[in-house]
């Protein structure tokens, strides 16, 4: 499990063969003696975090009394923790609340997603598995159980958020390594999941709406492309530019970088009508486009599917992304792509990714027969008239109709070729 090594000073170290990379301890100039004795100290704690049993009272005694410079050395490899913490705040479950709790501003549906990567971590691993307990090779055998269970894009989704928590534990010095560096998450792309949602199939799901507000709702998603709900949820009347013929979005999402926490999105003729009828509704005073209760999570979404259900249509994978991802498609082939990546508010690589799609529209307009074929006379036509225009062109003289109809086809092709630039003189005369 250790061994101890002579450098060529004569200094002493162990050397921990149990982990990840075999860290080394070094002890400086000490004894044989003494560095056999701290070897098998060291392969206790070793055996203590493997099994996730406390230590016995013999190596318990030896690691209150050992100096300061030494006891990092341990807990840089992770074998303790730092001194003056207690063992629960390196427990798996109290790392993550840990980490939960330091994060500044923390959206809910991001707090929702933390949840679940930690109800994750914690059914596997136990909620009160010490954090330095876990290596590389219990993260690879966390990824094969995740891929029994879930989808290739969850599968790199969870991959990615345990490594940003075990990341956060290096950092704070509650581990020495992070066990998912070098586990590759994977695409969190899944192009199965697209669905182009046509304009009958929306058309028929408006006609099934209850009211306006619900109608507006679903032409925001799919004529506006916005985030539903977030980018509903402080949307005001006067982020409506009737006049200019747009309105201003805040982007809840991106709200931490600088320069994208809004966005300007065209009110398109496919929305102006819905959202006229909504102002003129509104009772006096009104300060938000869509009263409060379609801003909570799950209400516009069952909104939404509702609708569907009483339009007699199938449910579509991703209900309201994809209905903001066929909308994107659409203005793709319209306007160039860095307007359209504006008024959707992503980048390049996140619509290609998860919202582009190519359609059925594309294939029939790929494959449709050429509306007009020329005929077989023309091209031989038109090539016979360059011929002659270039010959005369070349000697400086106009066309006239009877030199037209007396070259033939052959000879202004040979002409076109043989005639020398003015200005040559032949090298030999005949």
């Not at 980490?99 to 971590?121: D, E, F, W």
């Amino acid at each position: 499990m250790a061994s101890v090594c002579v450098e060529a000073n004569r200094r002493r170290l162990v050397q921990v063969n149990e982990l990840p990379n075999r860290p080394k301890v070094r002890l400086g100039k000490v004894s044989d003696k003494d560095a056999q004795s701290i070897r098998v100290k060291i392969e206790a704690l070793i055996a203590s975090k493997a099994s996730g049993q406390p230590l016995d009272r013999e190596t318990a005694h030896w690691l209150r009394g050992i100096a300061d410079r030494l006891y990092q050395k341990l807990a840089k490899i992770g074998l303790v923790h730092a001194r003056g913490e207690s063992s629960q705040a390196v427990t798996l479950s109290a790392m993550v609340e840990q980490y939960i709790g330091k994060r500044s501003k923390i959206k809910p549906n991001t707090l929702r997603n933390y949840q679940t990567t930690k109800r994750l971590l914690t059914d596997f691993f136990g909620p009160s598995r010490p954090v330095s307990a876990i290596h590389a090779g219990h993260a690879c055998d966390y990824k094969q159980w995740l891929v029994g269970k879930y989808a290739p894009a969850t599968v790199s989704r969870e991959i990615k958020r345990a490594r940003q928590f075990f990341e956060y534990a290096k950092d704070h010095r509650l581990t020495a390594e992070n066990p998912f560096a070098k586990i590759k998450a994977g695409s969190q792309k899944n192009s199965k999941r697209k669905h182009f949602v046509d304009r009958d199939v929306i058309e028929k799901v408006l006609d099934a709406c209850p009211d306006n507000n619900s109608r507006l709702l679903l032409v925001l998603a799919r004529y506006g492309g916005l985030r539903i709900p977030s980018e509903i949820q402080h949307l005001t009347w006067g982020d409506i530019d009737w006049h200019g013929g747009k309105f201003t979005v805040r982007v809840p999402k991106k709200e931490h970088l600088d320069g994208h926490e809004t966005k300007t999105v065209p009110i398109f003729p496919e929305i102006r009508p819905y959202l006229q009828q909504a102002f003129d509704e509104a009772p006096a005073g009104s300060v938000y486009v869509l009263p409060r209760e379609f801003h909570a999570d799950c209400f516009a979404y069952q909104r939404v599917q509702r609708a569907v259900q009483r339009a007699s249509m199938q449910r579509w994978e991703k209900l309201l992304q994809n209905l903001r991802a066929t909308r994107e498609t659409e203005l793709m082939k319209e306007y160039p792509a860095h307007v359209v990546y504006a008024w959707i508010g992503n980048t390049e690589g996140v619509a290609e990714d998860h919202y582009l799609m190519v359609t059925d529209a594309d294939y029939a307009k790929a494959s449709a027969e050429p509306s007009a074929a020329p005929t077989t006379d023309e091209p031989m036509a038109k090539a016979v008239q360059k011929a002659v225009q270039s010959v005369t062109v070349l000697n400086r003289k106009e066309p006239s109709p009877e030199n037209e109809q007396a070259v033939s086809p052959a000879i202004a092709r040979d002409t076109a070729v043989q005639i020398p630039p003015r200005g040559v003189e032949p090298r030999f005369s005949s």
